[in-house]
């Protein structure tokens, strides 16, 4: 099964410059406690701005350019054909970035955990809209309100039946 995780401003940024533009910890911890023990799939330029391997879990890199990592927790391909193994499993894994890699795997997708902040930023990456027509909510917690000058919710949508 293939899942996206990603927090989402109103206007559907996501990052700038290859970063994130908020700090949401408690969502950092949410990204980390769904993740753990899965596999997460991302673009070379996601990979890189981690800066690490995260720990445990397995990482999957899609990547036309080799990138010099030899951890046995990274895999490297260069075909969207060969995550086929990671999208049709019984076991769920997840999409992590960036905006190319979500635009390409959303069709995929089965599930989307979303953090939708309620502000508009100014970045230069974008999540694809999420079509009503495709996705059913399935579940809404309003986060607490922390230091950040928004609110957010954490979302969970599913594929309708075709």
């Known amino acids: 099964m293939l899942s996206i995780i990603v927090a ?3 206007n559907y940024v996501i990052g700038k410059d290859n970063k994130l533009i908020w700090n949401i910890p ?10 753990t023990g899965h596999t997460v799939i991302m673009g070379r330029n996601t ?3 981690l800066g690490r391997v995260l720990p445990n879990r397995k990482h999957v890199v899609l990547s036309l350019t080799d990138i010099d990592c030899d951890d046995e927790n990274v895999v490297i391909v260069d075909d ?5 193994e990671y999208i049709n499993k019984d076991e769920e894994n997840f999409v ?3 905006a190319m890699i979500y635009k390409l795997l959303m069709p995929k997708a089965d599930r989307l955990y979303i953090t939708e902040i309620d502000k508009d930023f100014d970045g230069d990456s974008y999540f694809p809209e999420i079509s009503k027509d495709e996705w059913k909510e399935v579940s809404r917690e309003h986060a607490p309100q922390d230091e950040n000058d928004f609110r957010y919710d954490y979302v969970i949508y599913e594929r309708k039946e075709k």
């Open 8 to 10: 989402v401003a109103k």
């Open 26 to 35: 408690a969502d950092l911890k949410r990204f980390k406690k769904i993740t």
């Open 47 to 49: 990979f890189l701005s």
């Open 80 to 84: 969207i054909e060969k995550l086929d």
């Open 96 to 98: 992590i970035g960036g």
